[in-house]
């Protein structure tokens, strides 16, 4: 199996706690993959999960923002 080219691939070392990485075994054994790839895998999803949570806040605040105008339209129009 080749690696990809276009990608640089790096090396990460961790240090787990032996329940953590008996945990990580069962469910990687369960899922048919290695221990590595699992971890990939838990990373990858992590990863994504963080993007969407940030998009998600910048709506909100964009959506309170928007909000926020159209009350003071509101207020201005009642004045007048």
Known sequence: MSRVQSKKNYQL???LD???KEALAREAKERGVT????SRQKL????QLTRLE???EDI?????K???LDKAKASKFRMK
């Open 35 to 38: 221990i590595s790839e699992l």
């Open 44 to 47: 990858r999803e992590s990863s």
């Open 54 to 56: 940030i998009h998600l």
């Open 60 to 64: 909100i605040k964009l959506l309170s």
């Open 66 to 68: 928007n909000r926020n």
């Open 18 to 20: 032996k329940d953590l």
């Open 13 to 15: 070392h961790l240090f």
